[in-house]
């Protein structure tokens, strides 16, 4: 017996080899994802939905079936959604009756029955030996026969989403495996290591304990046991309800990225062998992994433009839906140290209109700095190279984040070699140079605040950009109407609404209007992630906002026409 999801989705990429209409997370197209979420399941969370068969005459997922891991919504054509639990079923059943009017005609219908242990029953008719039904009653009795746990399990999720205390455990397997070899980090692999720091997106107390958990590992020159390291992995992953299996993958993504100059030969790491198959990585799925960091590469060194990187990216998703990878662990995995990539698939060129369009940003510009320049710049070049200039511009955000930890770590050691040098000199030995290695020590402290203190100023005028760029009173309904098209909309209207907070007001007249209104001054993280969120979204993409103030005026419309009716 199993879990629902991991069942479901392998019967389900099984049947997909044979049949176009099912899609399997987390390579389901957004708009098909979305649409299935709202118009199928009932407005259900698009992160949790496991796979869609889509019926509809367009393919655009407004009928057929979607699959969670608790719950089978089904949607036919004139008919509303059925709601078919799988716990507590007891049995599904087919029969197909014919029969013959008196011009000889057959009438044929079908019937799926499913009944539950508390013995009441849910049914399906058809009026022809429809083949769906047959899928139905086929799926349902397997999970009867094979699954014996239900939950709903997100299938989209950002390493950044999933706590500090995962993305420790994520970027200490990397350095465990840096240290693993030789006992010590060169100065490349510690660049490497850092920039997957910046594009995580790291906490400051996070990067504190990383860097002692480097320092101890590098005193005692050992690696712990990778296998308890990602089994705890991958534990504290499914205690979130989040599928680890794309997590996973670009762990191991990372992990040929952080010794990319070897990675042609990447077989001949034995220790790289063995955590491909701790983390269950194919051949097949590692090739994919080492062309992606390779095209990543070339589109900077290249100077590729638009064109040609859409048909690069486009041939990259073909192989990887053949292997198996999922788009997130590629959106996830930056080539080009400093992430100048990581996450730039998700722009929305795919061939399958991704849902990753919703899942990770171009550095600390995003989304929205495409689409900055691709309307508003005027200029052919711009029009021709947009999206490499987004990621370098992504790039350079990175490095201001990398430079941050690397004078936090000079820090570290200035107070470490100060403590010992006190030490020395306290003991009177070799008193002289004591003397002149706290003076260097002195300088090259003052040197690091002095660059501290630039990327200060640097992150206080980011801040003042990210608050003049955030409304202090939310157009709730325009938010909405944009945030409906997301597939990560659950989760984003979460964030927003954490920040902007319910205001009612009272006039003179008694009516009562509500707003939603943010504090003056915000976290700098809060306000990073607000505007991040918001720009993910589209809400200042001038085209994007005018159509979703249209949507609502339209339905503001709509309303008062009902009432007047009524």
Known sequence: MGISTDFIKQRLLERAKSDSSISVAPNIPEKKLVNAANKIANGIDPATIVAIQDTSLFENGKEGIVFTGTTMYIKRMLEETKTIPYNDMQTVDLSVEKKTDEKGKVHVTSTVTIK?????TTKLVSQTDDKQLHFITEILNEIIESVDSFKDVVQIAKLEELGDDIIEMYISIVTNYLIADDGIISSAEYKELISLMARVNVSKESAKRLRNKRLQLAREGKAEDFGELIKELNTRISEKNVDHKGIDQSLFFDLLLVRKENIDNWKEDTLLRNLQDLLVVSDEQVEVGIRKI?????????????SQIKQITNELVALAGGAGVT???????GGVSTGIWGGLLTLGWLPTGSMLLGLAAIGGVGYG?????KYFSGTSEYEKSGIRIAALQGAIEMNKKATTYIIEDINALIEEINDITKELSEKNERGNKVKELKERLGLLEKTAASAESFNDDNKKNNYEIYLSKLPKVLPVERFRELNKLSAQKVKINEIIMSIYKENKTTDENGYVSTQYVREDELSYEDAEKTHFYLSMIGFYDTKASAMAQGQVMAQKGLNAIKSFIK
């Open 116 to 120: 539950y242990n508390d013995n009441h």
């Open 294 to 306: 390779k095209d990543d590469e070339r589109i900077v060194s290249e100077r590729m433009e638009d």
């Open 369 to 373: 700095a495409y689409k900055g320049i």
């Open 327 to 333: 788009l997130a662990a590629l959106a996830v995995t």
